[in-house]
């Protein structure tokens, strides 16, 4: 037997139908579809505490084939290699 005070199927199908017609109706805030999630880009914010200094450096082209050719992270390995280089 169901319990009292759960809700009937009828009533949460009607509910549920307001829910999605209010939703419908929000300009503001659509429904977000497979299309937005397709389009959508997953991108970092600014440090909370700047670790690196930017800096514009000229590499040899060659250098920068070879650590690019390792795959994502290529610009980590060059600052690896420096300070290894430089002895930290």
Do not use: H
Not at 13 to 21: E, K, M, S, T, V
Not at 46 to 59: D, E, F, I, Y
Not at 71 to 84: F, S, V, Y
């Amino acid at each position: 037997m169901p319990c009292a005070s759960a809700p009937s199927s009828r009533w949460r199908r009607g509910r549920d139908a307001d829910i999605d017609a209010g939703i419908a109706q929000d300009t503001d805030n659509p429904e977000l579809t497979e299309a937005f999630f397709t389009k959508a880009k997953r991108t970092r914010g600014p440090q909370k505490t700047p670790t690196k200094q930017l800096v514009s450096l000229r590499l040899d082209p060659e250098v920068i084939s070879f650590f690019r050719a390792a795959g994502p992270g290529w610009q980590a390995r060059i600052n690896e290699t420096l300070r290894k280089a430089a002895g930290f």
